[in-house]
């Protein structure tokens, strides 16, 4: 298993000049590998092979006056640089063959982008030196604040500039098992905008709304940002003011993340969760709420720390009725909306909405894994019929949908729980 450790870089000031020509050339090598590519389709030649662009736009471009300069930088950086392209045009042409979302072709980078990268392998000849320093090609030895050791030699490092202006050190280091010690609990997981996250056994993480709560300074920070003549020195330190509050929301989500998967993971031996349409809610009105809560993020780390120290991971299907389904008689409600919290089955039953819907996900799970069954993914086109029970003939003391004041729930669409 392939992981990533990030850690902070502070270079010095002629480092960072180095940095930002580095950043320059793999962003023109880039730029002139698209071009080439676009010239070659509109006069009606063919593809330019993988080899033939290295040709032409690092190796033969360096010996012209107009890019002399492009041996400043390493050229592994630059061939990285191409190898990015090369992967963006075959995203593209596999589009509908891939796993993933439909992309479109390659566009130029800018030079005003906010977020730079560039990346060196094991070619480059990178390495740690016995001070602790990241001793890059080209650049120098750059002082990295260690937060932990690498498990193994890294096979690349990324060196990222985001847009607060802070510098990263990305290693990939390929990562064995690490198995932790069986325990018998296994756990259902819902997750929700009230409480980030509720566990079948009745445990409820708060969700501490991260962006909600720098909201007041973001907008001042926002409106000095508006005031700035645009192009000014002064409008450039606004808008790093505005980045660096971004950056602080965003790593404490990410620490909060790590911290609620680590425990999640080490507690329990199997975890259990719905596969949400975050993408889908995030065009609702819902939608600043569903980015500050991080589902999607914090769904990933579970599942690869799943993977690595020994546990069962397993995503149920978007379409199971998970609040709607009385975890005591199997009855399913004819209709769920957002503002009931709890509700009363017809078999005497008192549930609390979250706590039922993370336990029937539990058990929904125990289920798919012992007959060795993975969820249906969402194709779009039509959709599957609905079963009778979910067509809302069961009835409960839930309110019906469409009565005035209801939201229906965040969910792929409007049956689902």
């Not at 940002?225 to 002064?234: D, H, Q, W, Y």
């Given at each position: 298993m392939q992981l990533r450790y990030n850690f902070r870089l502070y270079p010095?000031?002629?480092?960072?000049?180095?940095?930002?020509?580095?950043?320059?050339?793999?962003?023109?090598?880039?730029?002139?590998?698209?071009?080439?590519?676009?010239?070659?389709?509109?006069?009606?030649?063919?593809?330019?092979?993988?080899?033939?662009?290295?040709?032409?736009?690092i190796?033969?471009?360096?010996?012209?006056?107009?890019?002399?300069w492009l041996g400043e930088a390493s050229a592994v950086v630059l061939q990285q640089a191409l190898a990015d392209l090369n992967q963006a045009f075959r995203n593209f042409f596999d589009t509908g063959?891939?796993?993933?979302?439909?992309?479109?072709?390659?566009?130029?980078?800018?030079?005003?982008?906010?977020?730079?990268?560039?990346?060196?392998?094991?070619?480059?000849?990178?390495?740690?030196?016995?001070g602790g320093r990241l001793r890059l090609p080209k650049i120098g030895?750059?002082?990295?604040?260690?937060?932990?050791?690498?498990?193994?030699?890294?096979?690349?490092?990324?060196?990222?500039?985001?847009?607060?202006?802070?510098?990263?050190?990305?290693?990939?280091v390929e990562a064995g098992e690490r198995p932790l010690a069986p325990v018998d609990a296994e756990t259902g997981i819902d997750l929700g905008l009230g409480h980030f996250a509720v566990l079948s056994n009745g445990r409820k993480i708060d969700s501490p709304r991260f962006l909600r709560r720098a909201e007041k300074k973001?907008?001042?920070?926002?409106?000095?940002?508006?005031?700035?003549?645009?192009?000014?020195?002064?409008?450039?330190?606004?808008?790093?003011?505005?980045?660096?509050?971004h950056a602080k929301v965003a790593d404490a989500r990410r620490e909060f993340h790590h911290r609620q998967s680590t425990r999640i993971v080490r507690e329990n031996q199997a975890i259990y969760v719905e596969d949400l349409a975050v993408a889908g809610l995030a065009r609702t009105r819902l939608a600043k709420s569903t980015h500050d809560a991080g589902w999607s993020q914090f769904v990933t780390m579970l599942e690869y720390k799943a993977a690595l120290y020994g546990r069962t991971f397993h995503r149920i299907d978007r379409w199971f009725p998970s609040s709607?389904?009385?975890?005591?008689?199997?009855?399913?409600?004819?209709?769920?909306?957002?503002?009931v919290r709890?509700?009363?089955?017809?078999?005497?039953?008192?549930?609390?909405?979250?706590?039922?819907?993370?336990?029937?996900?539990?058990?929904?799970?125990?289920?798919?894994?012992?007959a060795g069954r993975k969820p249906v993914p969402e194709m779009g086109?039509?959709?599957?019929?609905?079963?009778?029970?979910?067509?809302?003939?069961?009835?409960?003391?839930?309110?019906?949908?469409?009565?005035?004041?209801?939201?229906?729930?965040?969910?792929s669409h409007r049956g689902a729980a």
């Open positions: 010095t000031a002629g480092q960072r000049v180095a940095l930002a020509r580095a950043f320059g050339c793999a962003r023109v090598v880039f730029n002139d590998g698209l071009r080439a590519r676009s010239d070659a389709r509109d006069a009606g030649l063919p593809y330019i092979s993988d080899g033939e662009l290295s040709k032409r736009v190796t033969e471009a360096r010996k012209t006056p107009d890019r002399s063959k891939r796993k993933g979302p439909k992309v479109g072709p390659p566009r130029f980078r800018s030079r005003k982008d906010n977020r730079e990268a560039i990346r060196f392998t094991r070619n480059a000849r990178f390495c740690v030196t016995p030895d750059v002082e990295v604040r260690w937060s932990r050791a690498l498990p193994a030699d890294p096979s690349s490092v990324t060196v990222v500039k985001d847009a607060a202006g802070r510098y990263f050190a990305s290693f990939v973001l907008k001042k920070l926002q409106q000095a940002l508006a005031r700035k003549a645009k192009g000014s020195n002064n409008r450039a330190k606004a808008r790093r003011k505005v980045a660096r509050q709607k389904l009385c975890s005591d008689c199997g009855a399913v409600a004819g209709s769920m909306p957002l503002n709890e509700w009363t089955c017809l078999c005497g039953a008192v549930h609390d909405r979250d706590v039922n819907a993370a336990r029937n996900i539990l058990a929904a799970g125990r289920r798919q894994v012992a086109g039509k959709r599957r019929p609905k079963t009778p029970v979910e067509t809302g003939k069961t009835r409960t003391s839930a309110p019906r949908r469409g009565e005035k004041g209801t939201v229906e729930e965040a969910g």
